[in-house]
């Protein structure tokens, strides 16, 4: 028994279920890390995840500079961790810039905080989904329920309390 879920449980149980306020996924890079190239260097991101466009407004984190926005407007888009933007720009600031991963080019829309220790989400960067199934044969893939590839996250909408507890 895993964690993992099908891309597609999220659309049906927003479809199916009413009380779905919102869903959103991730899916970690651990065995398949992407490789930023920076100043003719590879360097392999073993803490990257590719994140619905919503992952932020479900999940808190401290933004430090950029804009959430754009990562949800624009799908060839990176977020990366306050440690992480130093390794790869240094001192300079990142916001604006673009990161050669894998085979395609992102922009870095935002700086986040580092994660806390006690964190069940270890990312150091978030890429868009939607440009992951952009290509047809992760999309393809990715639309098959036999395909655990994603954790997902359900927000339930507050339940009247008359509905939502009863005393046995």
Do not use: C
Not at 48 to 61: K, L, M, R
Not at 144 to 165: C, I, M, P, Q
């Amino acid at each position: 028994m895993w964690e993992n879920s099908p891309y597609r449980l999220g659309l049906q149980a927003a479809t199916e279920i009413p009380e779905v306020e919102a869903v959103t996924r991730f899916q970690f890079t651990e065995f398949n890390a992407p490789y930023v190239k920076i100043n003719d260097e590879l360097i392999k991101e073993s803490h990257a995840a590719t994140v619905d466009s919503n992952w932020f407004d479900v999940f808190n984190y401290d933004l430090l500079a950029g804009n959430l926005q754009s990562f949800k407007e624009q799908p060839f888009s990176v977020v990366l961790t306050e440690s992480n933007a130093k390794r790869y720009f240094g001192k300079e600031d990142p916001i604006g810039k673009t990161l050669q991963i894998d085979t395609g080019r992102y922009i870095v829309q935002a700086v986040l905080a580092d994660n806390p220790p006690n964190s069940s989400f270890r990312f150091n960067m978030f890429m868009s989904t939607s440009a992951r199934l952009m290509h047809p044969g992760s999309l393809k893939s990715d639309m098959e329920w036999g395909n655990f590839n994603y954790s997902t996250y359900v927000k339930l909408r507050h339940a009247d309390k008359a509905w939502a507890y009863r005393d046995w």
